[in-house]
């Protein structure tokens, strides 16, 4: 499912470690629901949002310096009445294009466009099966229906092969319990479960970061301990026998001690294999860190291929006190660990020879009803 051009940029990233294959692009600053650990919307209330001929000179920027994946994330990419024109704009450049949804806004008619436009990866935010606490979460009554009647959609309208629909689910002591159902859920209708841990700040004056909240109901306490890693224990055995499970086996057995408070001693390696760019088209080192530097500046490329530039980033990426979100991570295992590239590279065969069925959304529901009753 990846383009050619995201194929020599994975290539030459596992090389040399020097080729950004993966960008996260926000491409806005909303977002219409309010998740209780995330302060992105808040964070960027002032950052004034890219009009198309802007995005089109950060396509042109991003070819430049021969990124490969480019993710468009926001707030809520499809509060953008123009998201599949943004889609277009990267996938005719020949970048792979995947969207990041809560999936309450995703139509028949909003889908099928960014099908059309070249949209082949789509990641939809699922925190519980259970609509109450699922609604708790994403801060809006009813969301839960509308991002399960999603999920008939999306399986219904991207083709069937060489395409992948994942569920992201953020890890917190609200949901811990249910992971192994969502993963169920996830493998039944031929999506795939992405597990992210939760990240929160210290403290609601924190401002350090964009997207960490104060969320304390969210975070792990020491009598959690046990059955987080319980939980993880069937999480990695679920992935052996076959269930769709994203994240590698590296990344699962790190993710309990993060969770746990721990840092993950990981190799960040932004800006030479990943950045992100915020709504107003800031160069960011990661989703998380906030920069002036601006992809619209004609200077950019040559900037950014500067060796000044790069050790300034990675001193600032060095200082940082850590994360795990999943995105950035995983990109380094893959790069720096053969055992993480041969995982990878058995799962995109995987998926390059798989057929995904289309469900209804009486099927969703029925396959949440089955799983949640194999637990009695």
């Known amino acids: 499912m990846f383009t050619r051009k995201t194929k ?3 290539g030459k990233a596992i090389l040399t470690r020097k080729s950004p294959v993966y960008v996260q692009f926000a491409v806005t ?7 209780g650990m995330c302060a992105s919307s808040v964070s960027r209330k002032a950052e004034k949002e890219l ?6 000179k950060i396509a042109d920027r991003l070819e430049k310096i021969r990124a490969g994946i480019i993710l468009l994330t926001g707030g809520e990419p499809f509060l953008r009445p123009d998201i599949s024109q943004i889609i277009r704009i990267f996938s005719e450049k020949g970048f792979t294009v995947r969207l990041q949804t809560n999936g309450t806004l995703a ?13 082949k990866e789509v990641t939809i935010s699922l925190n519980s099966l259970d609509p109450q606490v699922h609604d708790s979460i994403s801060g809006q009554s009813g969301s839960w229906d509308k991002t399960i ?4 959609r999306f ?12 569920i992201n689910t953020v890890v917190c002591r609200r949901n811990l319990k249910e992971l192994p159902q969502i993963i169920k859920f996830a493998t039944r209708l031929g999506f795939y479960s992405s597990l992210i841990p939760i990240h929160v700040s210290a403290t609601a004056a924190d401002g350090e970061f ?4 104060e969320a304390p109901d969210f975070s792990f306490r020491k009598e959690d301990f046990s059955d987080l890693d319980r939980a993880y224990r069937e999480i990695i055995a679920m992935k052996k026998n076959g ?8 990344f699962l057995r790190s993710s309990t001690r993060f969770l746990k408070g721990q840092r993950i001693n990981w190799h960040c390696d932004s800006p030479d294999l990943y950045f992100a760019i915020s709504p107003s088209g800031n160069f960011l080192p990661c989703a998380d860190l906030n920069s002036e530097i601006s992809l619209l500046d004609g200077n950019f490329v040559d900037l950014y291929r500067s060796g000044a530039f790069r050790s300034r980033i990675r001193k600032m990426v060095g200082n940082c006190k850590g994360c795990f979100y999943a995105c950035w991570p995983e990109i380094s295992f893959l790069c720096r660990d053969p055992r993480v590239l041969v995982e990878r590279l058995l799962f995109g065969l995987q998926t390059s020879l798989s057929t995904r069925t289309s469900v209804t959304e009486e099927q969703c529901r029925e396959i949440i009803k089955e799983i949640k009753e194999e637990k009695g």
Do not use: V
């Open 8 to 10: 020599i940029a994975l």
């Open 29 to 35: 600053k909303n977002c219409n629901l309010g998740c």
């Open 51 to 56: 009009s198309l001929a802007e995005i089109e």
């Open 107 to 119: 139509t028949e008619e909003n889908i099928r466009q960014a099908c059309a436009a070249g949209m």
């Open 149 to 152: 009647a999603c999920f008939s």
């Open 155 to 166: 399986s219904r309208i991207l083709p069937p092969q060489n395409t992948l629909l994942g």
């Open 210 to 213: 964009i997207i960490r909240k």
């Open 243 to 250: 269930y769709n499970i994203y994240n590698s086996y590296k």
